[in-house]
């Protein structure tokens, strides 16, 4: 993959394509794990756990204390999160996001050879919604030079049947934002420590690719761990680093994962006065599914 994301239309862009753990991605927070038919436990995020191998064995003790803070997860309902993704070829992704059950937003700054952009996302059940500056709307929805001029700043709304839909929608509410940002094998239980004052239980192992319908296959090889309050079984931090193969090219990537506000209200409304994707007349490039998650790989 080039190191600079391209603007033209009609070219789907490496920053929109990642925008969610796709840069480990971009872009994108529930801790979706489930037991899959070889007795693995996949998770998203964690800290980096250097001894940890692909073929090293499940941890009963990494295990429970997954299965559990999935349990305070799906308890709690909702929850904020600040995410950060560093990428060797395409930048840095900030995300500040509300996670809920059926609505969610997402506040993202990008950094990358193209410059500085910063958007929005707001989902409210299947509906999805942009706000962006004029690069934002170029790398994200994929649009003309003219179209992103005339439109900065303003709402646009997206269908299932718009070209970008699957990777705006992509990560926004409580189950997508986990499964879309963090998975990795629960190999080892690392013990309790004490952290910013809050005692936690930390668990790692080997990151695991995603494979995101409609985008390519990108291999990852690298470590993650996950910690999780003691007194609550929440997560408090993911974290995750190493290379990601990306048409044929090696990325060096790292992304961490912050956790707060269990249980708040979340209810967003669409934002009034949203213009259509499709009044553009562009089919804005991009994955055409549902949604960049709805793999039933895991789920809650």
Request: aromatic fraction near 8%; proline fraction near 6%.
């Amino acid at each position: 993959m080039a190191a600079s994301a391209s603007l033209d239309a009609g070219q789907p862009s490496t920053t929109r394509r990642r925008r969610h753990r796709i840069t480990f991605i971009v872009v994108g927070v529930v801790l979706v794990a489930g037991l899959l038919a070889g007795g693995g436990v996949w998770l998203f995020g964690g800290s980096s756990s250097p001894s940890s191998s692909p073929s090293a064995p499940i941890s009963s003790a990494a295990r429970t204390v997954l299965e559990r803070a999935l349990a305070s997860v799906r308890a709690a309902g909702s929850f904020h999160y600040v995410s950060t993704s560093i990428n060797s070829a395409t930048g840095t992704f900030i995300t500040l996001g509300d996670a809920g059950q059926s609505s969610g937003k997402q506040d993202i700054t990008t950094t990358s050879p193209n410059g500085t952009a910063r958007f929005t996302v707001i989902v409210v059940g299947t509906a999805c919604y942009f706000q962006g500056d004029y690069l934002a709307m170029q790398e994200n929805l994929n649009v003309s030079a003219a179209v992103a001029q005339a439109h900065a700043e303003q709402w646009i709304s997206l269908s299932p049947s718009d070209g970008p839909y699957a990777s705006v929608y992509a990560a926004v509410d409580t189950h997508d934002a986990l499964y879309d940002n963090i998975a990795f094998k629960p190999q080892r239980d690392m013990g309790t420590s004490t952290i910013s004052g809050r005692r936690v239980r930390t668990i790692g192992g080997t990151a695991k690719p995603l494979n995101i319908p409609g985008e390519p296959s990108m291999p990852i090889k690298g470590t993650a761990t996950l910690e999780v309050s003691v007194t609550t079984h929440l997560p408090v931090r993911y974290s995750e680093s190493g290379t990601m193969r990306v048409n044929g090219e090696s990325e060096r990537m790292s992304f961490t994962m912050t956790f707060s506000d269990f249980g708040e209200e979340v209810s967003e409304s669409p934002p009034p006065g949203a213009i259509p994707f499709s009044s553009f007349g562009t089919g804005g490039g991009g994955s055409t599914s549902p949604s960049l998650v709805t793999s039933p790989r895991l789920s809650l």
